[in-house]
């Protein structure tokens, strides 16, 4: 539509244009008076005419008034069209989407906003964390506006359509397109573009995993497969299931898990679990620790020592949480 309406304004310019520049050179006039007389045709306001006009003045002047009442005909309706229809309005929310985005540093984009992409759009939504949804389909944007999220239009496979989400900032992308091959070049493309970002892709068959893997993504996940994993999980453990959904996704307790670094200038660096007395001090639990070097090390013991670079595994309320983090 944008497109139509600069189509229309240069119509209506190339009109003007063109016949000044006959009358003053079919005519000889001036080009104030050239511009004087186009105007006044084009736009049939019946004034008389500056001069006597010669025959072919009189020919280049009927061919003027048709092109001239056409082109503003023509430009004053898409003109309209584009002011009626909220195009302009798409246009300027467009642009202050773009600036929001610009704004944005270590958030997350998560592409495709299908079956899976939009639980986890809800679910950074519900957290409070900054991200932002690339999508192709048309009935997205809306759903994205609806929702209060940051939404880019556009094919994630383009790199142009990723550095509009701002990818070279980002923290970390979800890619969950349909298919493995769309997923594949999309961690392929945010990973040349920014090798820091953590990229977790959604695979349709085991199979694509280590392919999608090997183009830079960090975790793949299959659905079925793990949707088939806790359906049995839900049969032969139902409260360790339910409690582990409670802990991780629901609102039925204030207890949560999450994760805390140790920072280089932590004062428990060196120290043990039982020394630096965590759970006395914060109230939350330790489960477990991820070493620097990617160990995991479940359920620590007390005399495990802490270094920099670790992260904890944590059970714990919000505030038990930040306060944790502040200790570390």
Not at 33 to 42: A, G, N
Not at 305 to 320: A, C, I, M, N
């Amino acid at each position: 539509m944008l497109r139509r309406v600069m189509i229309a304004a240069g119509l209506l310019l190339g009109v003007i244009i063109g016949g000044a520049s006959g009358y003053h050179l079919i005519e000889g006039w001036g080009l104030l008076d050239s511009l004087y007389m186009t105007v006044i045709t084009i736009a049939t306001v019946g004034y008389r005419e500056i001069a006597p006009l010669s025959d072919a003045g009189k020919m280049f002047t009927i061919v003027l008034i048709f092109a001239g009442v056409g082109g503003i005909a023509y430009s004053f309706g898409v003109i309209a069209e584009f002011m009626v229809e909220g195009h302009l309005r798409t246009l300027l929310e467009g642009r202050r989407m773009h600036k929001r985005i610009s704004a944005l540093s270590n958030h997350h984009i998560v592409v495709g906003i299908g079956r899976v992409g939009s639980v986890v759009a809800r679910s950074f939504a519900d957290e409070g964390v900054e991200f932002v949804v690339i999508d192709s389909c048309e009935e997205c944007g809306q759903a994205a506006e609806d929702a209060g999220w940051l939404f880019v239009h556009g094919d994630a496979t383009d790199e142009t359509v990723l550095r509009e989400a701002g990818v070279e900032r980002a923290k970390g992308l979800v890619t969950a397109l349909d298919t493995d091959a769309d997923n594949l070049f999309v961690s392929l493309t945010a990973r040349s573009l920014n090798p820091s970002i953590y990229i977790v892709a959604r695979s349709s068959s085991v199979v694509s995993e280590a392919k999608i893997l090997r183009s830079g993504a960090d975790r793949v996940l299959t659905p079925n497969v793990i949707g088939g994993r806790r359906m049995a999980d839900m049969v032969m453990h139902p409260v360790v299931s339910d409690y582990l959904d409670v802990v991780t996704h629901g609102d039925e307790i204030e207890f949560r898990l999450d994760s805390v670094k140790v920072s280089s200038g932590s004062v428990l660096a060196g120290m043990s679990i039982r020394d630096a007395e965590i759970r006395d001090r914060t109230g939350a639990y330790i489960l477990a620790i991820r070493t620097a070097d990617g160990l995991l090390n479940a359920n620590p013991p007390a005399a495990t020592v802490f270094s920099s670079g670790d992260e904890l595994v944590v059970l714990g309320t919000r505030e038990q949480h930040t306060a944790l983090a502040t200790l570390l």
